[in-house]
Nanobody, 125 residues
Framework: QVQLVESGGGLVQAGGSLRLSCAAS????????MGWFRQAPGKEREFVAA????????YYADSVEGRFTISRDYTKTTLYLQANSLKPEDTAVYYC??????????????????WGQGTQVTVSS
């Protein structure tokens, strides 16, 4: 089992920045990749970004490319999401997730095995 705990959400004005963190514990050696997803009220969960745990390869949704940066601290087993130039449409609950599966698509939430409890990000206009 892998346990994930997010932090760093909050209220920010449009154009501002936030840094989300996700601390992983447990069988972290089994992780192939980690990702961030988000879900706005009345909308489906959507992929934001992902990173392979060993190699550090990164992947982004088109909607956040160039504004968000995903990274990880391998020794601290912590995942980060630096979100800059935030827009009101970025408002959502942000979830971190981890997967052991090495095949498939990193943008598909159903292929992740473990999820955090989520942290709220609200961007005011």
């Amino acid at each position: 089992q892998v346990q994930l705990v997010e932090s760093g959400g909050g209220l920010v004005q449009a154009g501002g920045s936030l840094r989300l963190s996700c601390a992983a514990s447990g069988r972290t050696f089994s992780m192939h990749a980690m990702g961030w997803f988000r879900q706005a009220p009345g909308k489906e969960r959507e992929f934001v970004a992902a990173i392979t745990w060993i190699g550090g390869s990164t992947y982004y949704a088109d909607s956040v490319e160039g504004r968000f940066t995903i990274s990880r601290d391998y020794t601290k087993t912590t995942l980060y999401l630096q979100a800059n130039s935030l827009k009101p449409e970025d408002t959502a609950v942000y979830y971190c997730a981890a997967r052991t599966r090495r095949t498939g698509s990193l943008s598909v939430g159903s292929e992740y095995d473990y999820w955090g409890q989520g942290t709220q990000v609200t961007v005011s206009s």
